[in-house]
T-cell receptor
Framework: NAGVTQTPKFRILKIGQSMTLQCTQD?????MYWYRQDPGMGLKLIYY???????DKGEVPNGYNVSRSTTEDFPLRLELAAPSQTSVYFC????????????FGDGTRLSIL | RKEVEQDPGPFNVPEGATVAFNCTYS??????FFWYRQDCRKEPKLLMS???SGNEDGRFTAQLNRASQYISLLIRDSKLSDSATYLC????????FGTGTRLQVFP
Protein backbone atom coordinates (compact mmCIF):
# COMPACT_ATOMS: atom_id res chain seq x y z
CA ASN A 1 0.00 0.00 0.00
CA ALA A 2 2.21 2.85 -1.29
CA GLY A 3 -0.13 5.81 -0.65
CA VAL A 4 1.50 9.08 -1.75
CA THR A 5 4.99 8.78 -3.21
CA GLN A 6 7.32 11.73 -3.77
CA THR A 7 10.61 11.81 -5.63
CA PRO A 8 13.33 12.85 -5.15
CA LYS A 9 13.70 12.91 -1.36
CA PHE A 10 16.58 15.39 -1.46
CA ARG A 11 17.90 17.77 -4.09
CA ILE A 12 20.35 20.65 -4.31
CA LEU A 13 19.90 23.13 -7.14
CA LYS A 14 21.83 26.13 -8.33
CA ILE A 15 20.07 29.46 -8.69
CA GLY A 16 18.30 29.63 -12.05
CA GLN A 17 18.12 25.89 -12.61
CA SER A 18 14.81 24.15 -13.13
CA MET A 19 13.45 20.86 -11.87
CA THR A 20 10.28 18.86 -11.40
CA LEU A 21 9.19 17.34 -8.12
CA GLN A 22 7.24 14.19 -8.76
CA CYS A 23 4.17 13.05 -6.83
CA THR A 24 2.02 10.02 -7.45
CA GLN A 25 -0.77 8.38 -5.46
CA ASP A 26 -2.38 4.98 -5.83
CA UNK A 27 -5.57 5.60 -3.84
CA UNK A 28 -7.61 6.96 -6.77
CA UNK A 29 -8.00 10.27 -4.96
CA UNK A 30 -9.41 13.18 -6.93
CA UNK A 31 -7.85 15.89 -4.80
CA MET A 32 -4.12 16.51 -4.74
CA TYR A 33 -2.10 19.29 -3.14
CA TRP A 34 1.38 20.72 -2.98
CA TYR A 35 2.57 22.38 0.23
CA ARG A 36 5.84 23.91 1.30
CA GLN A 37 7.07 24.06 4.87
CA ASP A 38 9.79 26.48 5.89
CA PRO A 39 11.65 25.98 9.19
CA GLY A 40 9.42 26.82 12.17
CA MET A 41 6.50 27.66 9.92
CA GLY A 42 3.17 26.09 9.09
CA LEU A 43 2.47 24.39 5.80
CA LYS A 44 1.59 26.76 2.97
CA LEU A 45 -0.50 25.61 0.02
CA ILE A 46 1.20 26.15 -3.35
CA TYR A 47 -1.22 24.57 -5.83
CA TYR A 48 -4.03 22.07 -5.71
CA UNK A 49 -6.05 19.99 -8.11
CA UNK A 50 -9.60 18.70 -7.87
CA UNK A 51 -9.18 16.17 -10.67
CA UNK A 52 -7.35 15.36 -13.87
CA UNK A 53 -7.03 18.44 -16.08
CA UNK A 54 -8.00 20.89 -13.32
CA UNK A 55 -5.53 22.87 -11.22
CA ASP A 56 -5.75 26.03 -9.14
CA LYS A 57 -3.46 28.34 -7.23
CA GLY A 58 -3.05 28.16 -3.50
CA GLU A 59 -1.59 30.68 -1.10
CA VAL A 60 2.00 30.85 -2.48
CA PRO A 61 1.99 29.87 -6.21
CA ASN A 62 4.58 32.32 -7.55
CA GLY A 63 7.62 30.60 -9.07
CA TYR A 64 5.85 27.26 -9.49
CA ASN A 65 3.75 25.45 -12.06
CA VAL A 66 1.75 22.25 -11.95
CA SER A 67 -0.08 19.93 -14.29
CA ARG A 68 -2.53 17.08 -13.73
CA SER A 69 -2.78 14.89 -16.80
CA THR A 70 -3.80 11.79 -14.83
CA THR A 71 -5.57 11.08 -11.54
CA GLU A 72 -2.40 9.52 -10.14
CA ASP A 73 0.25 12.14 -10.92
CA PHE A 74 0.64 15.75 -9.85
CA PRO A 75 4.15 17.08 -10.63
CA LEU A 76 5.39 20.45 -9.37
CA ARG A 77 7.71 22.43 -11.64
CA LEU A 78 10.26 25.06 -10.58
CA GLU A 79 11.36 26.99 -13.65
CA LEU A 80 13.98 29.41 -12.30
CA ALA A 81 15.08 28.27 -8.88
CA ALA A 82 15.61 31.01 -6.29
CA PRO A 83 17.06 30.78 -2.76
CA SER A 84 13.61 31.67 -1.35
CA GLN A 85 12.36 28.34 -2.67
CA THR A 86 14.61 26.41 -0.30
CA SER A 87 12.09 24.43 1.70
CA VAL A 88 10.55 21.05 2.36
CA TYR A 89 7.81 20.23 -0.14
CA PHE A 90 4.95 17.90 0.71
CA CYS A 91 2.46 16.43 -1.70
CA UNK A 92 -0.88 15.30 -0.32
CA UNK A 93 -4.07 13.74 -1.56
CA UNK A 94 -7.62 13.28 -0.34
CA UNK A 95 -10.72 11.50 -1.55
CA UNK A 96 -12.86 14.59 -1.18
CA UNK A 97 -12.32 18.26 -0.62
CA UNK A 98 -11.53 19.55 2.86
CA UNK A 99 -12.63 18.73 5.57
CA UNK A 100 -11.63 15.28 4.41
CA UNK A 101 -8.23 14.58 6.02
CA UNK A 102 -5.28 14.37 3.69
CA UNK A 103 -2.61 11.75 3.16
CA PHE A 104 0.91 13.11 2.84
CA GLY A 105 4.01 11.95 1.04
CA ASP A 106 7.37 11.75 2.79
CA GLY A 107 8.47 15.14 1.49
CA THR A 108 11.21 16.50 -0.78
CA ARG A 109 13.97 18.54 0.85
CA LEU A 110 15.12 21.13 -1.66
CA SER A 111 18.05 23.51 -1.25
CA ILE A 112 18.79 26.31 -3.71
CA LEU A 113 22.36 27.57 -3.56
CA ARG B 1 -4.12 38.24 13.29
CA LYS B 2 -3.00 34.83 12.05
CA GLU B 3 -5.73 32.52 10.82
CA VAL B 4 -4.55 29.78 13.16
CA GLU B 5 -2.37 30.50 16.20
CA GLN B 6 -0.53 28.09 18.44
CA ASP B 7 1.98 28.44 21.24
CA PRO B 8 5.21 27.11 19.67
CA GLY B 9 6.46 25.71 23.00
CA PRO B 10 8.44 23.65 23.66
CA PHE B 11 6.44 21.96 26.35
CA ASN B 12 8.85 19.82 28.37
CA VAL B 13 6.99 17.27 30.52
CA PRO B 14 7.96 14.07 32.39
CA GLU B 15 6.63 10.69 31.42
CA GLY B 16 3.18 10.12 32.86
CA ALA B 17 2.26 13.79 32.94
CA THR B 18 -0.86 15.32 31.47
CA VAL B 19 -0.31 18.12 29.00
CA ALA B 20 -2.71 20.37 27.09
CA PHE B 21 -2.27 22.50 24.00
CA ASN B 22 -4.57 25.24 22.81
CA CYS B 23 -5.11 26.67 19.37
CA THR B 24 -7.16 29.69 18.32
CA TYR B 25 -8.62 30.42 14.91
CA SER B 26 -9.89 33.64 13.39
CA UNK B 27 -12.50 32.54 10.84
CA UNK B 28 -15.83 31.93 12.53
CA UNK B 29 -17.01 30.14 9.38
CA UNK B 30 -14.49 27.34 9.93
CA UNK B 31 -16.24 24.03 9.70
CA UNK B 32 -13.88 21.26 10.66
CA PHE B 33 -10.87 20.92 12.85
CA PHE B 34 -7.96 18.53 13.09
CA TRP B 35 -4.87 17.79 15.09
CA TYR B 36 -1.90 16.44 13.14
CA ARG B 37 1.33 15.11 14.56
CA GLN B 38 4.64 15.79 12.86
CA ASP B 39 7.86 14.09 13.88
CA CYS B 40 11.14 15.81 13.18
CA ARG B 41 11.81 15.95 9.42
CA LYS B 42 8.79 13.77 8.68
CA GLU B 43 5.43 14.29 7.03
CA PRO B 44 2.36 15.36 9.05
CA LYS B 45 0.05 12.55 10.09
CA LEU B 46 -3.54 12.90 11.15
CA LEU B 47 -3.96 12.41 14.89
CA MET B 48 -7.58 13.37 15.49
CA SER B 49 -10.53 14.91 13.69
CA UNK B 50 -13.04 17.08 15.55
CA UNK B 51 -16.44 17.35 13.92
CA UNK B 52 -18.60 18.41 16.85
CA SER B 53 -17.72 19.60 20.34
CA GLY B 54 -14.90 17.13 20.73
CA ASN B 55 -13.84 13.52 20.87
CA GLU B 56 -11.58 11.13 22.70
CA ASP B 57 -9.19 8.49 21.42
CA GLY B 58 -7.36 6.60 24.14
CA ARG B 59 -5.03 8.99 25.94
CA PHE B 60 -5.92 11.85 23.61
CA THR B 61 -8.88 14.19 23.97
CA ALA B 62 -9.68 17.02 21.58
CA GLN B 63 -12.24 19.70 22.33
CA LEU B 64 -13.78 22.50 20.34
CA ASN B 65 -15.19 25.76 21.64
CA ARG B 66 -16.86 27.53 18.72
CA ALA B 67 -17.99 30.52 20.78
CA SER B 68 -14.41 31.33 21.79
CA GLN B 69 -12.93 29.97 18.56
CA TYR B 70 -10.38 27.65 20.05
CA ILE B 71 -9.61 23.97 20.07
CA SER B 72 -7.54 22.02 22.53
CA LEU B 73 -5.64 18.76 22.68
CA LEU B 74 -5.16 16.95 25.98
CA ILE B 75 -2.63 14.14 26.29
CA ARG B 76 -2.83 11.99 29.41
CA ASP B 77 -0.11 9.67 30.73
CA SER B 78 2.50 11.09 28.35
CA LYS B 79 4.92 8.63 26.72
CA LEU B 80 8.39 9.28 25.38
CA SER B 81 6.99 8.44 21.95
CA ASP B 82 4.58 11.37 22.19
CA SER B 83 7.50 13.75 21.64
CA ALA B 84 6.69 15.56 18.40
CA THR B 85 5.22 18.75 17.02
CA TYR B 86 1.43 18.97 17.11
CA LEU B 87 -0.22 20.93 14.32
CA CYS B 88 -3.62 22.53 14.70
CA UNK B 89 -5.48 22.53 11.39
CA UNK B 90 -8.70 24.39 10.60
CA UNK B 91 -10.86 23.93 7.55
CA UNK B 92 -13.02 26.37 5.63
CA UNK B 93 -12.77 25.64 1.91
CA UNK B 94 -9.17 24.57 2.43
CA UNK B 95 -6.97 23.45 5.28
CA UNK B 96 -5.13 26.14 7.25
CA PHE B 97 -2.18 24.82 9.23
CA GLY B 98 -0.87 26.29 12.42
CA THR B 99 2.87 26.48 12.98
CA GLY B 100 2.74 23.75 15.59
CA THR B 101 3.41 23.19 19.29
CA ARG B 102 6.48 21.19 20.15
CA LEU B 103 6.22 18.59 22.91
CA GLN B 104 9.23 16.95 24.53
CA VAL B 105 8.56 14.15 26.99
CA PHE B 106 11.53 13.24 29.20
CA PRO B 107 12.13 10.12 31.37
Amino acid sequence: NAGVTQTPKFRILKIGQSMTLQCTQDMNHNYMYWYRQDPGMGLKLIYYSVGAGITDKGEVPNGYNVSRSTTEDFPLRLELAAPSQTSVYFCASSSDRAPQPQHFGDGTRLSIL
Amino acid sequence: RKEVEQDPGPFNVPEGATVAFNCTYSNSASQSFFWYRQDCRKEPKLLMSIYSSGNEDGRFTAQLNRASQYISLLIRDSKLSDSATYLCVVSTDKLIFGTGTRLQVFP
